[in-house]
C-alpha cells in the first residue's frame, strides 16, 4: 500500500482566513480524494482529484469553497477557503490501490476560531 | 444509492471476549465492501475487503468478516479482543462509476469500541 503523508497535521486558524493542506503520495497514483470527517462524524468525499484535469466534487462541494489542486502523480492541495467554525473537521487525502480500496492519510486537524 | 449502516454508536467488550460489530449495507448490485479502524488522532487503516468469492475474509490483527447477501451485512468479528483494539470502527461500501472506473466509498456512522480490563 501506498504510504501518504498529510501537513499540516493540526492547525488553528480564524474565520475568514484559508487554509492550504497537502497530500504527498511515495509512489505515482491515477485518483486521490479529499475527506471531510466533522466531529464525532463519519467521513464525507469531498472531491476526486485527477491529475491533469478538473477535480470533481460531490453534491454540497463547490470548487470556491475547496479549490483542489493535482499538479502531478504523487502530490495534491486542498485549499478551505474563507473558514467559518463549522469548517472545523478532519480532513483526509486518500489514493485509490488496485483492487478499489483507498489508503488514507494521517488527516489534518482543522479548528476554527 | 448506495448507503451503509451501523447501527451500534459504542460498544464496550472485556478483554479476551469476543467481538461482533455490525453493519448493514444498501447496494443494487454485489457490493465491494470495507473495514476501517481509526486510533485517537489517527488516520484509517484498512482491516479487510470483500470483493467476491468466500465470503469470509480475513484481515489484518485477526479480524474477519462475513459477507451475508441474503442479509445484506457484512459484520466485522475477533475471536479475543485486546485492549489495543479500542478504536473507532468504519464499515463502508462501494461502486465503481462507470465513466470514471474508481470508486466512491461511502462510510457508515462508526462503532466506537472500548474495551475493558
Known amino acids: 500500500s501506498a504510504v501518504i503523508s498529510q501537513k499540516p497535521s493540526r492547525d488553528i486558524c480564524q474565520r475568514g482566513t484559508s487554509l492550504t493542506i497537502q497530500c504527498q503520495v511515495d509512489?505515482?497514483?491515477?485518483?486521490m480524494f479529499w475527506y471531510r470527517q466533522q466531529p464525532g462524524q463519519s467521513l464525507t468525499l469531498i472531491a476526486t482529484?485527477?491529475?491533469?484535469?478538473?477535480?470533481?466534487?460531490e453534491s454540497g462541494f463547490v470548487i470556491d469553497k475547496f479549490p483542489i489542486s493535482r499538479p502531478n502523480l504523487t502530490f495534491s492541495t486542498l485549499t478551505v477557503s474563507n473558514m467559518s467554525p463549522e469548517d472545523s473537521s478532519i480532513y483526509l487525502c486518500s489514493v485509490a490501490g488496485q483492487g478499489y480500496e483507498q489508503y488514507f492519510g494521517p488527516g489534518t486537524r482543522l479548528t476554527v476560531t | 444509492a448506495q448507503s451503509v449502516t451501523q447501527p451500534d454508536i459504542h460498544i464496550t467488550v472485556s478483554e479476551g471476549a469476543s467481538l461482533e460489530l455490525r453493519c448493514n449495507y444498501s447496494y443494487g448490485a454485489t457490493p465491494y465492501l470495507f473495514w476501517y479502524v481509526q486510533s485517537p488522532g489517527q488516520g484509517l487503516q484498512l482491516l479487510l475487503k470483500y470483493f467476491s468469492g468466500d465470503t469470509l475474509v480475513q484481515g489484518i490483527k485477526g479480524f474477519e468478516a462475513e459477507f451475508k447477501r441474503s442479509q445484506s451485512s457484512f459484520n466485522l468479528r475477533k475471536p479475543s479482543v485486546h485492549w489495543s483494539d479500542a478504536a473507532e470502527y468504519f464499515c463502508?461500501?462501494?461502486?465503481?462509476?462507470?465513466?470514471?472506473?474508481?470508486?466512491?466509498?461511502?462510510f457508515g456512522t462508526g462503532t466506537r469500541l472500548l474495551v475493558s480490563p
Open positions: 482529484a485527477n491529475q491533469g484535469s478538473e477535480a470533481t466534487y
Open positions: 463502508a461500501v462501494g461502486a465503481p462509476r462507470v465513466n470514471t472506473g474508481f470508486q466512491k466509498l461511502v
Open positions: 509512489s505515482q497514483v491515477t485518483m
